[in-house]
């Protein structure tokens, strides 16, 4: 069964940089909407940000705004999260997946090829 492969985690301290990254073989990402997800230990996973086929951006979660921008690479076929400025309340396990139906947004349960997830941890 296909599933994306995250990657790009680790431990980083607050106000520091991470790249996460999003690769599915056999799928191609650029035609498809991808979104980026992520569940702090004793929470339900959230939505963090969501890029469309034609690139159009959602955002799911305020409190990453301004400093998380979600981008695709078509030749890599990869999308990638970039976050800055981490803060403690980053700090989960991070999914990417694909919507399900075609739509240009990213639904929790419209989802699918949920990826193992990368982890995250912004501590001091």
């Known amino acids: 069964q296909l599933q994306f492969v995250e990657s790009g985690g680790g431990l980083v301290q607050p106000g520091g940089s991470l790249r996460l990254s999003c690769a599915a073989s056999?799928?191609?990402?650029?035609?498809?909407?991808i979104g980026w997800f992520r569940q702090a230990p004793g929470k339900e996973r959230e939505g963090v940000l969501c890029?469309?086929?034609?690139?159009?951006?959602?955002m799911y979660t305020d409190s990453v705004k301004g400093r998380f921008t979600i981008s695709r690479d078509n030749a890599k076929n990869t999308v990638y999260l970039q976050m800055t400025g981490l803060k403690a309340e980053d700090t989960g396990v991070y999914y990417c997946?694909?919507?399900?139906?075609?739509?240009?947004?990213?639904?929790?349960?419209?989802?699918?090829?949920w990826g193992k997830g990368t982890l995250v941890t912004v501590s001091s």
């Open positions: 997946a694909a919507n399900a139906f075609g739509g240009s947004i990213c639904p929790i349960r419209g989802m699918r090829y």
């Open positions: 056999g799928f191609r990402l650029n035609s498809n909407t």
């Open positions: 890029i469309s086929q034609n690139g159009g951006v959602t």
